[in-house]
């Protein structure tokens, strides 16, 4: 099982126009997040997922939600305690 990191997750769920590097890094992303059968995510990868999306990315709280419901909601994603 691969761990994800707050990296890899905000260039997912973020599309950084104004990021040349973002161009390259959100391929890689999105290959990790939909071609491994069984991911893990640490809560403190979620804690600063959910401070990125808010302080650097300005998502509103609505935004940063859908982006937490998508994620747990994948079938293959695994969280720190979960329950």
Do not use: C
């Not at 997750?9 to 040349?20: G, K, M």
């Not at 990790?32 to 990315?57: D, H, K």
């Amino acid at each position: 099982m691969i761990a994800l990191d707050t990296n890899i997750l905000a260039r997912f769920y973020v599309d950084d126009p104004n990021d040349p590097d973002a161009a390259k890094q959100r391929p890689i992303a999105r290959a990790i997040m939909t071609n491994n059968p069984s991911l893990f995510v640490p809560l403190t990868v979620v804690l600063e997922l959910g401070w990125v999306l808010r302080a650097f990315y300005r998502f509103e709280a609505p935004q940063i939600a859908s982006v937490f419901e998508h994620l747990l909601g994948l079938g293959h994603i695994n969280t720190e305690e979960s329950e």
